[in-house]
């Protein structure tokens, strides 16, 4: 069973870096067409896509935000950490992180599992 | 706004056949396959289509998915109260080498 699982802190301040954690289960992203991303959610607003780290290491970014994100992973412990530099208030969101399979064909499977996502606030 | 356009609102009764487009480009759409995902109040999304067309095991196959040229549309047969949720379209942009969202459809079962 594929689970993944999105930690990190509740509330920042504006100007901090927002460090989060994606521990998954189920699969290895060592594993060909193994990838995962992030997506966020600002209160009652839509998706929005920020990175992608993929099977060989390498990473995708929001052209918007390409400066302020880094997008690493930890294949020993099955973690995703995603960084987002210089926050600010409009960087309130719901943080998910989802598993994606693109098959060698590159077939895209889409975003197959989410986490159940995390509140961040950021305010003084 | 680099993303795909939904149109934010989308309706119907019980039983009827709903459909909701996604406009992209040559970029998106038109190079790349379009995945749908369905949120429910207060929860993350769920998978719904993918590869334009192609329902993961679960999805009843009241839904179902298109794509023609730079759109692509998703379309809910047999509505019923419980698919009253918002529906995103996504694709991978070549010229943004990332992915994109569309705005989503917020859909009513009246």
């Known amino acids: 069973q594929v689970t993944l699982r999105e930690s990190g802190p509740a509330l920042v301040k504006p100007t901090q870096t927002l460090t989060l954690t994606c521990s998954f289960s189920?699969?290895?992203?060592?594993?060909?067409?193994?990838?995962v991303s992030w997506i966020r959610q600002p209160p009652g607003k839509a998706l929005e896509w920020l990175a992608l780290?993929?099977?060989?290491?390498?990473?995708y970014y929001n052209i918007e935000m390409k400066t302020r994100l880094t997008i690493s992973k930890d294949t020993s412990n099955n973690q995703v950490v995603l960084t987002v530099a210089n926050m600010d208030p409009v960087d309130t969101a719901t943080y998910y992180c989802?598993?994606?399979?693109?098959?060698?064909?590159?077939?895209?499977?889409?975003?197959?599992?989410w986490g159940q996502g995390t509140t961040v606030t950021v305010s003084s | 706004h680099s993303g795909l356009t939904q149109a934010p609102s989308a309706s119907g009764t019980p039983g009827q056949r709903v459909t909701i487009s996604c406009s992209g480009s040559?970029?998106?759409?038109?190079?790349?396959?379009v995945n749908w995902y369905q949120q429910l109040p207060g929860t993350a999304p769920k998978l719904l289509m993918y590869?334009?067309?192609q329902r993961p095991s679960g999805v009843p196959d009241r839904f179902s998915g298109s794509k023609s040229g730079t759109s692509a549309s998703l379309a809910i047969s047999g509505l019923q109260s419980e698919d009253e949720a918002d529906y995103y379209c996504?694709?991978?942009?070549?010229?943004?080498?990332?992915?994109?969202f569309g705005g989503g459809t917020q859909l009513t079962v009246l």
């Open positions: 989802a598993r994606i399979v693109i098959a060698e064909t590159g077939t895209n499977f889409g975003l197959d599992v």
């Open positions: 189920g699969f290895s992203l060592t594993s060909s067409g193994m990838c």
């Open positions: 780290i993929d099977w060989e290491d390498d990473k």
């Open positions: 040559t970029s998106n759409i038109g190079s790349n396959s």
């Open positions: 590869d334009n067309n």
């Open positions: 996504a694709a991978w942009d070549d010229s943004l080498n990332g992915a994109v």
